[in-house]
């Protein structure tokens, strides 16, 4: 049998086998894909923080984090956020649909950097999607690392995304400190209240032999940043992800450049100390 | 890059024998040359007919042959939903399918050149753009060196020249050389590849003829008096040498003073040889369409515009400063050289003057 030509912006077709609200709003959703061809979904390797490009034919295309651990295998999960068209159009979709798929793309997560470290991983509501896929990671790859702890935060109780992640499956893992805080509380909520870098500050991660990552709305990073200087943490103690519009997420269209840095090739992933390398325009 | 003529694959090409030749080349392949469509020479596929009125006279076509290899709007795929005898979706989607081989035929050295930037791009790093390598694998470029460059060509601030080869397959050189005040009567076709080779092999015998003997001395002063001239604005620029100056200017006001008379008409980036940013987009109705990219332009505002309002350039000056970094500085770090090649198009086609010679002046100057 002659194997079809491959094409670089070609997708491969894949179902949605299973949808999952994650927020009482209903503004973020979670879905499990499998691609329909065996050969492709054989050849799929992932690591934490690659991201995929997803279709919805005849509204278009866009980069989506990988939310589950390559250790978790078939389905993937994609974690969206109603956002524009194509999220929007995904959103719609139902369990059965068929979407386009390529990737996975970009650099990953170095866990390989971090074995014998410590690990405190702060995220702010969306941004927990490509942290998750590297906690469950480094979670099936437990003896590697240190302590973990998960500091996270979102708007309200309802908007916190893989609360069964959060409540029940995290704080039962080995050495595992799950931390979470929402902006606004409910009657229900017994939980501290107030904003993630004030928490973190509060909670003091100590930086020895420590990694954290970050990952969030821009505002939030920017002041989470500005707390874990406080705490001593070293610029490339911290690892973060950038993100930007991207059309073929393989560094040809020339559209998600920081200066010579391609964030689809180059990044997501980046320290902080690279990041200040790169000019200020993101 | 070779830099000497092969003796062996050189031939001679009469000017009246031009149409028969690039008839022959036709049928299979596509031929692409410059033409006059309403009183301006542009870069189009031959129709029949056409092959005696190709311009090699006019210095540079309004378009650049780059749409040859990366179309202005080309398909990626189709796709069709539907359902299965069970009911559940279906989804075929299909690569578009591939182009005839084609002739690019009286290309300018510079346009040429270009090719070869795209190249990096598309051909280089750890992915391969395939509908682009099939289609660079099936074109033969065959370019034109140029008898009298023109006000605002600067080819030779690249290290390029009035009949350099690079990029090129086959060099058409004018036998009488640059210092003439007609067309010339016949050109000598040199290959520098095997492409090149075998396209000359493959072409019929009375149109392309063997070079008398005893006249190498002769092509060889030619080449050389073609690669020795000068470009006026190329004179006055010198050597562009801008892109260590560029890192530490990313937050200079200069751009702020270039940007502020920029229309944001995205002439330069669709004239321009080197410019190759594309967008993606879908086109269909009921469940059936293609997906097709596009020209896109850095200077147009909606070019970063994310879904959830946040606009990385939301100010001229910051879409001018991508342009000319990325031309003299990003794809210098990257693949070590400009993203230029000095044919001036933006130099004649940008409304307010707003062109690379002019950037590198201001940058010199800080």
New interface residues.
Partial sequence: MVEP?????????A?IVDIRDETDAGDVKTFRVELDDPVRRAAWKHLPGQCAMV?V??????MISITSSPTRGWPLELSVKR?????GALHDAQV???I?LRGPYGNHFPTEDWTGKDLVFIAGGIGLAPVRCLIDYCLAHRDRFGHVHIIYGARSPGDLCFKPDLFERWPKEKDTRVSLTVDKGDEAWRGPVGFVPAYVEELKPSPENAVTITCGP?IMIKFVLQALAKLGYRDDQIVTTLE??M??G??????C?I??KYVC?DGPVFTLSQIKQL???? | MATSPVPNSTRLVSRSDLGAWLRALAGERAVLAPVAVGGKTMFRELEAGQEDVVDLETVRTVDSPKGALLPQTEP??T?A?GKGEDG????K?A?APSSRPAVLFGVRPCDAAALELLDK??LT???????YRARREATTVVAVACPAPARTCFCTSFGLSPGSERGADIVLYGRSGPERKSEPEAYYAVAYTERGEALLAGSPASAVTEVPAGEDGRLEETILAFRSLSTPLGERLGRVDVAPRLDGL??HPVWEKLAAPCLGCGTCTFVCPTC???????C??G?K?V?F?YW?S?KFPQ??????G?N??PAKR?RTR?RF??KL???H??YGEYLCVGCGRCVDACPVGLHLPLVVGEVRGL
């Avoid at chain 1, 393989?250 to 559209?255: A, D, M, P, S, T």
């Avoid at chain 2, 190759?276 to 879908?282: L, R």
């Fill in positions: 030509e491959r094409r670089l912006l070609v997708p491969d077709v179902t279709s034919f005849g509204v278009g295309e866009a956002v524009g068209r194509v999220t059965g649909d068929k386009g821009p930007l519009k059309q073929c393989v560094g040809k269209c020339g559209r450049n200066g010579d090739v000019p200020n325009e993101f | 990626l795929l796709y939903a559940a979706a279906t989804l989607v690569p791009v598309f790093g750890d992915f391969v753009d395939e509908q990313f937050e190759y940013c594309f967008g993606v987009a879908d269909g109705a469940g369409g997906r990219r896109d850095c070019f970063l515009l994310m879904a959830a946040h990385p350039r910051a991508q970094m990325h500085n990003y794809y770090h990257r």
